[in-house]
T-cell receptor
Framework: DGGITQSPKYLFRKEGQNVTLSCEQN?????MYWYRQDPGQGLRLIYYSQIVNDFQKGDIAEGYSVSREKKESFPLTVTSAQKNPTAFYLCASSLAGPNTGELFFGEGSRLTVL | GQNIDQPTEMTATEGAIVQINCTYQ??????LFWYQQHAGEAPTFLSY????GLEEKGRFSSFLSRSKGYSYLLLKELQMKDSASYLCAGVSGGYNKLIFGAGTRLAVHP
């Protein structure tokens, strides 16, 4: 079945460590996105990519990095420079282009910094 | 700016109707989405309005007025499983870059 797979679902990290969250989709979507969700707040856009080998910063990109070497994959690295990384991270994908439709979300990865 | 505002919490009774409002203050939104999110889970798509008017889909309907920067989600015949957060999101710019509101937590009680 087509969909988006995020891993790991839960992750614990010590301060000062980098961690990478995986996001894979088999929907043949060109566009992929990373959002962060904190309690009582909406989803905030970290990075997005409209096509392979290209990506743009979202509203809260500081302390994060991404790559888009393959259409199916859009991993997010949470670096030690991210001051408050404990959050719920959601990956999504969509058809590229203007107003082409909905985002399809993965199940999320919950990161806790100890 | 790109503020999207929605009420933080709402409560309603099983079987009733509830309307969740969303207002936005931007000239750059090209459409409006509504998503449902149960606690700890991923958001799931409910509706998308790009033109003014009402879109009906079963028990859920969504309305958009672009000139007023206003949308609402209408849920009919409420069920306990409708207890969730409802996220309003505007499409920013020329692509599917969604800007989300903080969400409205709906509690449905017997």
């Amino acid at each position: 079945d087509g969909g988006i797979t995020q891993s790991p679902k839960y992750l614990f990290r010590k301060e000062g460590q980098n961690v990478t969250l995986s996001c894979e989709q088999n929907l043949n979507h060109d566009a992929m996105y990373w959002y962060r969700q904190d309690p009582g707040q909406g989803l905030r856009l970290i990075y997005y990519s409209q096509i392979v080998n290209d990506f743009q910063k979202g509203d809260i990109a500081e302390g994060y990095s991404v790559s888009r070497e393959k259409k199916e994959s859009f991993p997010l690295t949470v670096t030690s420079a991210q001051k408050n990384p404990t959050a719920f991270y959601l990956c999504a994908s969509s058809l590229a282009g203007p107003n082409t439709g909905e985002l399809f979300f993965g199940e999320g990865s919950r990161l806790t910094v100890l | 700016g790109q503020n999207i505002d929605q009420p933080t919490e709402m409560t309603a009774t099983e079987g009733a109707i509830v309307q969740i409002n969303c207002t936005y203050q931007t000239s750059g939104f090209n459409g409006l989405f509504w998503y449902q999110q149960h606690a700890g889970e991923a958001p799931t798509f409910l509706s998308y309005n790009v033109l003014d008017g009402l879109e009906e889909k079963g028990r859920f309907s969504s309305f958009l007025s672009r000139s007023k920067g206003y949308s609402y989600l209408l849920l009919k015949e409420l069920q306990m499983k409708d207890s969730a957060s409802y996220l309003c999101a505007g499409v920013s710019g020329g692509y599917n870059k969604l800007i989300f509101g903080a969400g409205t937590r709906l509690a449905v009680h017997p």
